[in-house]
Nanobody, 127 residues
Framework: QVQLVESGGGLVQAGGSLRLSCAAS????????MGWFRQAPGKEREFVAA???????????EFADSVKGRFTISRDNAKNTVYLQMNSLKPEDTAVYYC?????????????????WGQGTRVTVSS
């Protein structure tokens, strides 16, 4: 069983930055696929970013088009933590952000391919 705990959400003005953290339990964290998803009020959950590792492809990072160039994702395997650095935030980035994990490295943008989920952290970007 893997437990995920997100932190770092809050209220920020447009153009500002936030860094979300997701701390994971589990002894094989470095091999997990880790993703960030978000859900805005009245909308479906959507993919934001993911980082994964596979023996045949090494590290792989993917971003949604809406956040490319503004968000970065990274992981610290020693701390069992994945980060989402969000810069140049826009009001449309307002959502609850969820961290997700799975032991399979593929299909990183598909929420159905993640077994473990955190409780979410709220990000509000004011205009």
């Amino acid at each position: 069983q893997v437990q995920l705990v997100e932190s770092g959400g809050g209220l920020v003005q447009a153009g500002g930055s936030l860094r979300l953290s997701c701390a994971a339990s589990g002894r094989t964290f470095s091999s997990y696929k880790m993703g960030w998803f978000r859900q805005a009020p009245g909308k479906e959950r959507e993919f934001v970013a993911a980082i994964s590792w596979s023996s045949w492809n090494g590290d792989s990072i993917e971003f949604a088009d809406s956040v490319k160039g503004r968000f970065t994702i990274s992981r610290d395997n020693a701390k069992n933590t994945v980060y989402l650095q969000m810069n140049s935030l826009k009001p449309e980035d307002t959502a609850v952000y969820y961290c997700a994990a799975d032991t399979t490295p593929w299909d990183t943008s598909n929420s159905a391919r993640y077994k473990y989920w955190g409780q979410g952290t709220r990000v509000t970007v004011s205009s």
